[in-house]
């Protein structure tokens, strides 16, 4: 039994004792080892304890080592520079997204940190103090990584589960069944990809608006052949999945490279007029027409008729209400 006040444990024992301890952030001393595994006068076994951790962290290219400084031993993280630097990336684009409440966007962060050495953990901290400092988080965010943890193995049981929900307008709660098939992350939020009975086929819902889970279904298996693809949603979808789904083509005299980002598998059929080219693309018809209402007389949309029809009508009545005024 391990512990303060136990029989002395067998060698075995006691270096796997002693591992975990280090693993867990514990400093190790010989005299402390004495008084623990009830040892006197018994350095050479103290070091061969200290060569086997060593040795099998070595066998199983464990990154970490073992660090001496005087009497004091710890267990010391590697990390390559190409660790270090994922780490710094990734975050920024964690901080950049937004997507978590302060609390669990600093243990996120943290965790990564973890992965580094203490040298790479100590420059990290001065690189990204005032980028975790200015993190900005979504107002009223709720806590999102146990309801996270919560869906994931529904998804790969495949089972229905009916959840009370609120919707973007604020209306009252509603009861909801759906059997979840894919989570993501999508400007701001995080989404739940379900089987909706009640929309008759695929919808998706933001996890933050899923009030509680109420009741889990067996699982059922989907239909292979009409199971929900996050490729396929994330090749047509801007922004906002809002609208059908419409092939269009438009002007554009903003930097291309900007317009392609945004949209994702579209191209550039040809060139236009003062130095712009014309930009087809395949997206959701009102998520596609708020961005190009957003970037003004720097874009021009050319086809579909309908969908053009739809953005003059919006330019109408947005001069309309300034007129009024």
Known sequence: ??????????????????????????????????????KEEARRTFQRDLAVIK?????????????????????????????????IACTHILL?????????????LAMLEDQLSPRHRELGHDYLQMAKAS????????ALLPRLLELAPLILRHQEIAFSYTGSDGGPQTIQHGR?????????????AMQSREHHGYWTYRVDRILAIDDIASAAMPDPANRFSLQDYRKNTYLQRKGELTTLQFKCWIYP??????????????????????????????????WLLSEGAQVQLISPPTLVAQLKDQLRQAVAQYERD
């Open 55 to 87: 040795n099998t962290l070595l066998e199983y290219d464990f990154p970490a080592t073992l660090e001496r400084d005087g009497e004091v031993v710890t267990l010391n993280k590697n990390s390559s520079t190409e660790t270090f630097s994922a780490v």
């Open 180 to 192: 979840p098939e894919s989570l993501f992350f999508d400007n701001y939020y995080f989404y739940v």
């Open 1 to 38: 039994m391990m512990g303060g006040g136990f029989m002395c444990p067998s060698s075995p024992e006691r270096t796997v004792d002693m591992l975990v301890r280090l693993m867990q952030g514990d400093a190790l001393t010989y005299e402390d080892w004495c008084r623990r595994y009830d």
């Open 96 to 108: 950049a997204s937004r997507g978590l409440p302060k609390d669990e966007m600093m243990a996120t």
């Open 257 to 290: 490279q900007t317009a392609l980002d945004r949209f994702p598998e579209s191209k550039i059929i040809w060139p236009c007029e003062r130095g712009g080219v014309v930009i087809e693309a395949r997206a959701y018809a009102a998520g596609a027409l708020m």
């Open 135 to 142: 993190y900005v988080p979504l107002p009223n965010a709720k």
